[in-house]
């Protein structure tokens, strides 16, 4: 039965990552898989502190990335690049598998259905003892509630039991089988975060030069070529994003935001928000700015798992509205700058 099972490159992204990193590549070397079957790909932006010593001890292959390009969507798209396994399991540093058999779970769907992309998990890991922004996140199923109430999160909420994300979805015991429209606003963030997919359907299918490697929108390329078909397991991923407090995961976001949603731009195929969401964007903004249903829904949702960690939502809700409104303005003012300088120039 080993011998008939495919070749995995586990792709990881690093950067002075020595905090989270060893148990997510223990948890990776202690899967029930072959372990001469699994390689482990670093794309290492410079690591100054124990990142490379614990890359040795898990045998894990640093590809060193150059200082000018140091950022985490380089790191990973020059280390999938690098990839010789038949599928490339997406995961970053702070990801861990919460059990043995979970790669197994993830590889069977796929292995069920030649025409399937990729897979991932349902949920979030949700444990008690986590942090509690970390809870937050494994209870709504996204680590913003933007992407939430745009019907673009790329988990479920730890109380939904039936498909309630995108796409078109068929139960098939152990997974739903999910098929996603082309129309890009219509595609979960999905493709990172634990992402099993075929590693050469994507690499002849998808913009994947580098610079332009960004996972959510690799998965758009396909989707839009007809490779439509995913999978997500029943099971979760362990995602611990904050560990240093609800005003640095705050800055974090800011910074996510400018890059990926501002300074990108030109090279995404996709953005949380894009044309086409206006009237959705605004009744998020609204929401936001009335606390009403925010509110609201963390209350249904501490109704049904009883944890604090819900009553973040509203001001999760009207501190993102505030950052993504700073973005805006400041990206604004900035092209109007140039705009003037031009006019003077000429």
Request: net charge positive; hydrophobic share 40%; with cysteine.
């Amino acid at each position: 039965m080993t011998e008939s099972l495919p070749t995995i490159s586990v792709i990881t992204p690093t950067f002075n990552s020595g905090k989270t990193l060893n148990q997510c590549l223990k948890l990776v070397r202690e899967q029930d898989y072959p372990q001469d079957k699994i390689e482990i790909l670093l794309g290492d932006g410079g690591s100054t502190d124990n990142t490379l010593e614990i890359a040795k001890t898990h045998n894990a292959i640093v590809h060193n990335i150059p200082p000018e390009k140091q950022h985490a969507e380089y790191n990973r798209g020059y280390a999938f690049s690098k990839a010789s396994g038949e599928y490339a399991l997406i995961l970053d540093h702070d990801n861990f598998l919460p059990y043995k058999g979970w790669l197994k779970d993830l590889l069977a769907p796929l292995l069920e259905n030649p025409e399937m992309v990729a897979t991932t998990t349902c949920y979030y890991h949700y444990d008690r003892s986590f942090c509690l922004m970390d809870r937050y996140i494994a209870l709504l199923g996204t680590s913003e509630p933007l992407p939430y109430y745009l019907g673009k999160d790329d988990r479920m909420p730890q109380f939904a039991k039936t498909w309630v994300l995108a796409g078109q979805a068929e139960d098939k015991g152990k997974y739903y089988s999910v098929r996603f429209e082309k129309d890009a606003r219509k595609i979960p963030s999905l493709g990172t975060n634990g992402t099993l997919m075929r590693t050469q359907l994507i690499k002849d299918h998808a913009d994947v030069r580098l610079g332009h490697h960004y996972p959510i929108d690799v998965m758009v390329d396909v989707i839009k070529q007809g490779f439509n078909l995913f999978g997500f397991t029943k099971n979760s991923l362990i995602h611990l994003a904050n560990s240093s407090g609800f005003f640095e995961f705050m800055k974090r976001r800011k910074d996510f935001v400018e890059k990926y949603h501002f300074q990108d731009i030109s090279k995404r195929r996709w953005s949380v928000v894009m044309p086409g969401d206006g009237f959705a964007v605004a009744l998020y903004v609204f929401y936001s700015i009335t606390f009403i249903k925010p509110l609201w829904d963390a209350l249904r949702g501490f109704v049904k798992i009883r944890d604090v960690a819900w009553f973040i939502h509203p001001l999760m809700c009207f501190m993102t509205t505030l950052i993504y409104a700073y973005v805006v303005l400041k990206y604004k003012i900035k092209a109007l700058k140039l705009n003037v300088g031009r006019d003077n120039n000429g």
